[in-house]
T-cell receptor, first 113, second 112 residues
Framework: SAVISQKPSRDICQRGTSLTIQCQVDSQVTMMFWYRQQPGQSLTLIATANQGSEATYESGFVIDKFPISRPNLTFSTLTVSNMSPEDSSIYLC??????????FGEGSRLTVL | GQNIDQPTEMTATEGAIVQINCTYQTSGFNGLFWYQQHAGEAPTFLSYNVLDGLEEKGRFSSFLSRSKGYSYLLLKELQMKDSASYLCVPWGGSSNTGKLIFGQGTTLQVKP
């Protein structure tokens, strides 16, 4: 298993600003992912965070809007840049063990005014 | 590509049994996950099926037929706390991309 600490747990931000979400795992993991869950919707995969290289983004998501860092096997950050109200969502960090099972952080609830 | 088909909503009575069906089409298949998500919380792992057949874990059981692209989650002795969304998620394996793509899931409401 893996224990994931994600922060901030929630924040209220102004339009046009940027926010960085941190994800810390209690053990080294190979795969880390960032998901978004908009109100009333299911989880949407933003990107796979790759250690030491650029993240792999899903269709509809770009690095300029959602820059991701992963300097080591236990830590990653997701930045939501130039925010608009449409970015109001829950952002979830998750990690995968070799069996494929995903463990999730508590999520970061972001409200953009 | 991947396509997942589950009922959007289901309602059942406390103490009853409910079966949530899932059909899927995917390129590359290693196994199938079921996750539970309560409103406002992160998803939690329920089961993972690799082989055909039924896997039982307490009140919850999960079935897989690889040849039919079909799975179901069986919940027995329903409790009010079982009201949640249930997500059927096929997985292509760690040698693939390793990622999980979630569909809309089935929202189950348990009534007294």
């Amino acid at each position: 298993s893996a224990v994931i600490s994600q922060k901030p747990s929630r924040d209220i931000c102004q339009r046009g600003t940027s926010l960085t979400i941190q994800c810390q795992v209690d053990s080294q993991v190979t795969m880390m992912f960032w998901y978004r869950q908009q109100p009333g919707q299911s989880l949407t995969l933003i990107a796979t965070a790759n250690q030491g290289s650029e993240a792999t983004y899903e269709s509809g998501f770009v690095i300029d809007k959602f820059p991701i860092s992963r300097p080591n096997l236990t830590f990653s950050t997701l930045t939501v840049s130039n925010m608009s109200p449409e970015d109001s969502s829950i952002y979830l960090c998750s990690v995968s063990v070799h069996t494929g099972e995903l463990f999730f952080g508590e999520g970061s609830r972001l409200t953009v005014l | 590509g991947q396509n997942i088909d589950q009922p959007t909503e289901m309602t059942a009575t406390e103490g009853a049994i409910v079966q949530i069906n899932c059909t899927y089409q995917t390129s590359g298949f290693n196994g199938l996950f079921w996750y539970q998500q309560h409103a406002g919380e992160a998803p939690t792992f329920l089961s993972y099926n690799v082989l055909d057949g039924l896997e039982e874990k307490g009140r919850f059981s999960s079935f897989l037929s690889r040849s039919k692209g079909y799975s179901y989650l069986l919940l027995k002795e329903l409790q009010m706390k079982d009201s949640a969304s249930y997500l059927c998620v096929p997985w292509g394996g760690s040698s693939n991309t390793g990622k999980l793509i979630f569909g809309q899931g089935t929202t189950l409401q348990v009534k007294p």
